[in-house]
């Protein structure tokens, strides 16, 4: 974890033990899972080499099972060195997730799954063991810039932001949040350049489609805005310059001057009725 990050959040949680995650295998199944789950929900995870899927899962699993630091732990059994025991488990597919609670099975899954859904099962394991999983080092860091955002503190929103990416480059709320930081600034082509490099599946985030209508948005003031001094210009020259004055009335609207907007169509209908 970035330095900044841990200096942002609050007191971190106690280091999660030793034997978190293990490699297991047919002989230690008994003392790994079984035997183990009497303590904390055990997931297994069987998967191989050669699949696909299973190293999209993986790290994911690996680390929502870190996230929750020492609530539940993960056995990583290969099916091609286990056939027996894969064959014992029924496992006609991988990857394919099963957990454990007091000796017995209690939930699972077949095949890679979005991290969200990850973290909601890993979430569910732990509140049938009677206990809670608090917030990530991230996730305390992200509170933490949404405070200062809020609060007004862009610069340190922005930085912490920006550490979050560092750390999870398709972070979705920490693109979002840079985002915002950003076109608060006025730094609207940077804004852009973010979320253009969102990966596709943040850039499906709702926060993310907000940020990028928020953007969107703002470049279009931003253009009405730069056209205000011509349409001034030739008012000046002109007071019966029609066009001018209309084109004006739409420039400040759009650059959310609606009181002065109204006030220009207002002169437009005047002129007109003379």
């Known amino acids: 974890m970035d330095p900044l990050i841990l200096s942002q959040a609050p007191a971190a949680a106690p280091a999660a033990p030793a034997g978190l995650i293990k490699d297991g295998s047919t002989d230690s199944f008994m003392a790994d899972v079984i035997d183990a789950s009497a303590q904390v929900p055990v997931i297994v995870d069987f998967w191989a080499t050669w699949c696909g899927p299973c190293k999209q899962l993986g790290p994911a699993l690996e680390k929502a099972v870190k996230d929750a630091r020492g609530a539940v732990r993960l056995v990583k059994i290969d099916v091609d060195k286990n056939q ?7 496992i006609q597919s991988i990857p394919a997730v099963y957990a454990f609670l007091h000796g017995r099975p209690v939930d699972g899954f077949v095949g890679a799954v979005p991290e969200s859904q990850i973290k909601s099962f890993v979430q569910r394991l732990v509140q049938m063991a009677g206990g809670a999983v608090g917030p990530s080092p991230v996730e305390q860091a992200l509170e933490q810039a949404d ?8 610069g340190t ?10 750390h999870e480059p398709g972070n979705a709320a920490a693109i979002a949040g840079l985002a915002r930081c950003l076109i608060g600034a006025g730094e609207l082509a940077k804004a852009r350049e973010v979320l253009d490099k969102a990966p596709a599946e943040a850039a499906k985030d709702q926060a993310v489609a907000a ?3 928020a953007l969107e948005l703002a470049e279009q003031s931003a253009g009405a805005a730069s056209g205000l001094p011509q349409f001034r210009a030739r008012l000046e020259k ?11 009335a739409n420039a400040l609207y759009a650059a959310g001057e609606k009181e002065a907007a109204v006030d220009e169509l207002m002169q437009l209908v005047k002129r007109f009725a003379r």
């Open 147 to 154: 405070a200062a955002l809020a609060a007004g503190d862009a």
């Open 157 to 166: 929103a922005s930085a912490i932001y920006g550490q979050v990416l560092a």
């Open 238 to 248: 002109d007071a019966n310059d029609h066009e001018a004055r209309f084109e004006l």
């Open 84 to 90: 027996e025991l894969a064959a014992q488990m029924r």
């Open 211 to 213: 940020a990028r209508s």
